[in-house]
């Protein structure tokens, strides 16, 4: 059973570390408004005038179902018509391959500073993983990571798929966890690009386990690996 929510709590407003939005909408939010909402972030964070107190956003949100190809992302990994896909395709500027996106997926988008940090990618799809892989712990699960692909792994399923995108060490794009959504979508892709590599989802190990108990666990984890101060808590607003 998962463990109390408030084991990894970081207080609003409370000790030290770098300022952060959290914005939790309520709503699904469309694949296109969530991208074009981190990139204005991210060109604050870039501008000539922005100094370390600035604070950075994370965005913990679902989106109606749509797929994504990274960059460079192969569409031969796309196991239907591009001109005519099942749900909207969109083509956008992370690293990785195909995925797919559903109600019941937790979505997790951070716009971090990791000058703050360490600027170093590697680093920071390790750290994600480890988000991940602490809230799992939590909910009594272990993941694992697999040597040389990124992302996080149950019993050989893999829950969790990462990708990013950077400019001048100001992030955006992030992670999904799939919790309770439907799978079927994943059958039209080969999700990743990874042959052979079977999708999973949380309920499947946790029946019942509800999106919102993930993502209050997501949040505090969020927080404790990134030493993030959330500023102020948004769920029914973007």
Known sequence: MPAPNGKL???LNSGSGSAAFLFQPAQLVPFKQAWDLQRCWQDRLLNESATDADP???????????YT???GASEAH??????????PLHRIDRGGEVTHHAPGQLVVYPVLDLRRRRTDLHWYLRELEGVVIDVLELLGLRGERIEGLTGVWLEHHKVAAIGVGCRRWITQHGLALNVNCDLEGFGSVVP???EGRPVGRLCDWIPGLELMTVQGLMRDALAARFGLIWRKSVKEVL
């Open 9 to 11: 709590v970081t207080p």
């Open 56 to 66: 950075e956003a994370v965005w913990l949100l679902q989106h109606p179902r749509c």
């Open 69 to 71: 190809l990274g960059r």
């Open 78 to 87: 796309l196991l239907f018509d591009p001109e005519h896909p099942p749900a």
């Open 192 to 194: 990743c690009g990874l």
